[in-house]
């Protein structure tokens, strides 16, 4: 994953990873991630809600960098804000770039268009399988705990994938 220039997330991933304890893999995988100003507005906008304080620290420090939202040729009006700015970005950027999305119509967006994409289960396999954390069991049951939405087949699949 880390052979992509560019990093750019989507809102689900941040508060995924957050709400899994994990928000510092995101760091250590990709150095950098980009994200949208409408992203920054979903993630931000409930301070007490997962990835709120966590990305406010990461833009602090530098190593969350703002876009200003880009407006796309195509339409994406099945999208929501985040989504549709994230996939404008990612077009306007190239092929090296890659996109943390997790909903099923954007990642079919995405692939439509070309762009690489990975979610949440996939981030957090990449962090096990870079040793960033120790099992991937623990992190998916807190994101269920929280909440956050996730196929059970595609939480079986990275489970067995990571041999858990």
């Known amino acids: 994953m880390a052979e992509n220039s560019i990093v750019l997330s989507d809102s689900s991933p941040l508060i995924g990873m957050a709400a899994a304890g994990c928000f510092d893999a995101l ?22 809600l997962p990835g709120a304080a966590e990305a406010a620290r990461g833009l602090k420090s530098g190593w ?5 939202d880009p407006r796309g040729a ?13 996939l404008y970005a990612a077009v306007r950027l190239g ?8 909903d099923a119509a954007a990642r079919a967006e995405a692939r439509a268009l070309g762009i ?3 979610g949440t289960a996939g981030i957090l396999l990449a962090a096990r399988r870079r040793k960033l954390i120790h099992a991937v069991r623990p992190c998916f049951e ?18 067995d994938e990571a041999g858990e």
């Open 27 to 48: 760091r250590d995988l990709f150095g950098t991630v980009s994200i949208t100003e409408s992203v920054r507005k979903e993630v931000t906008a409930g301070q007490h």
């Open 64 to 68: 969350i960098q703002r876009l200003p």
């Open 74 to 86: 195509v339409t994406l009006p099945t999208l929501g804000a985040g989504e549709a700015t994230t």
């Open 95 to 102: 092929p090296t770039c890659l996109v943390l999305l997790d």
């Open 116 to 118: 690489t994409v990975t």
């Open 142 to 159: 807190k994101l269920i705990a929280s909440g956050f939405r996730m196929s059970p087949g595609v939480i079986k699949a990275i489970l």
